[in-house]
């Protein structure tokens, strides 16, 4: 059974940084994209970064271009997203997901609160 694990929010200030991970379990992790979404209280999950099975490519949404970075490490199972000079507008939960998702599987996520 696919699990996704994330972790790594918490409360920061506007212009910190916090790194988030998720560990996937039950698929084969280095054959999938993995991706990063958050969910404003209020508002759909969006699509946040993406980074390719191999780690070679990368893609951000325009908002977190420059601030924010996805990595893996297939030898973990798990996926990072660095996240720099972060905003209060970077409040949401975050979360990770395969692509393509497993049924309609989402972890937990983890909260992330930019406030000063």
């Known amino acids: 059974q696919v699990q996704l694990v994330e972790s790594g929010g918490g409360l920061v200030q506007p212009g910190g940084s916090l790194r988030l991970s998720c560990i996937g379990s039950g698929f084969t992790f280095a054959n999938y994209e993995l991706r990063w979404y958050r969910q404003a209280r209020g508002k759909e999950r969006d699509l946040v970064a993406t980074?390719?099975?191999?780690?070679?490519?990368?893609n951000y949404v325009d908002s977190v271009k420059g601030r924010f970075t996805i990595s893996r490490d297939n030898a973990k199972n798990t996926v990072y997203l660095q996240m720099n000079n972060v905003k209060p507008e970077d409040t949401a939960v975050y979360y990770c997901?395969?692509?393509?998702?497993?049924?309609?599987?989402w972890g937990q996520g983890t909260q992330v609160t930019v406030s000063s």
């Open positions: 980074i390719a099975a191999t780690g070679g490519s990368t």
């Open positions: 997901n395969r692509n393509p998702r497993w049924y309609n599987y």
